[in-house]
């Protein structure tokens, strides 16, 4: 098994530029979610999925769109891409949707925007 | 809404020298997790802590739960290279959702 994948794994984007960054896993998980990653700032909810065509909005999802048509994809889109989402993004999944199982990290895209 | 405060943010210790991490939440946790991040790498599950009072360990790191589930420790003995990285608590409000609160994490530096 391949677990988690993410591409790209490094990203340059001009300001207002849209872009998708790609999520996906083998493992048949229901749950997945994506997270920014900043200095001093842990790690942090975008959108998270709890199944397929099942999307919800976590703590930080202005900027972003999700969507989740099958259950091993879970793309996060970049509409129009501000220096402020400069950041380090993660994906992950885990077993169900309970927050009892542990979830499983992609490598991270770190991504800049210029 | 839910925060979960992590500190310190940075810890600096000489090798063989203990390590605590603390992670305080704003309200009640069903329960909390631990994970550990290497340089330039992704967090990776350590534990899972549920009932109020627990107490786990894994060789030399000892984890808590706080009687009113509402805070959380990670201890580790005798440090070693091996233990540089980030360490994240993450906790859920709720058994229903997988929707985990992390703290903004503890990076340990162990000099040898």
């Known amino acids: 098994n391949a677990g988690v994948t993410q591409t790209p794994k490094f990203q340059v984007l001009k300001t207002g530029q849209s872009m998708t960054l790609q999520c996906a896993q083998d493992?048949?998980?229901?749950?997945m979610s994506w997270y920014r990653q900043d200095p001093g700032m842990g790690l942090r909810l975008i959108h998270y999925?709890?199944?397929?065509?099942?999307?919800d909005q976590g703590e930080v999802p202005n900027g972003y769109n999700v969507s989740r048509s099958t259950t091993e994809d879970f793309p996060l889109r970049l509409l129009s891409a501000a220096p402020s989402q400069t950041s380090v993004y993660f994906c992950?999944?885990?077993?169900?949707?309970?927050?009892?199982?542990?979830?499983?990290f992609g490598p991270g895209t770190r991504l800049t925007v210029l | 809404g839910q925060q979960v405060m992590q500190i310190p943010q940075y810890q600096h210790v000489q090798e063989g020298e203990d390590f605590t991490t603390y992670c305080n939440s704003s309200t009640t946790l069903s329960n909390i997790q631990w994970y550990k991040q290497r340089p330039g790498g992704h967090p990776v599950f350590l534990i899972q802590?549920?009932?109020?009072?627990e107490v786990k360990k894994q060789k030399r790191l000892t984890f808590q739960f706080g009687e009113a589930k509402k805070n959380s420790s990670l201890h580790i003995t005798a440090t070693q290279t091996t233990d540089v990285g980030t360490y994240f608590c993450?906790?859920?409000?709720?058994?229903?959702?997988?929707?985990?609160?992390f703290g903004q994490g503890t990076t340990l530096q162990v000099k040898p």
């Open positions: 993450a906790g859920s409000g709720s058994s229903n959702t997988g929707k985990l609160i």
């Open positions: 999925s709890v199944g397929a065509g099942i999307t």
């Open positions: 992950a999944s885990s077993y169900s949707g309970s927050s009892y199982n542990e979830q499983f």
């Open positions: 493992m048949n998980h229901e749950y």
């Open positions: 802590l549920v009932k109020s009072g």
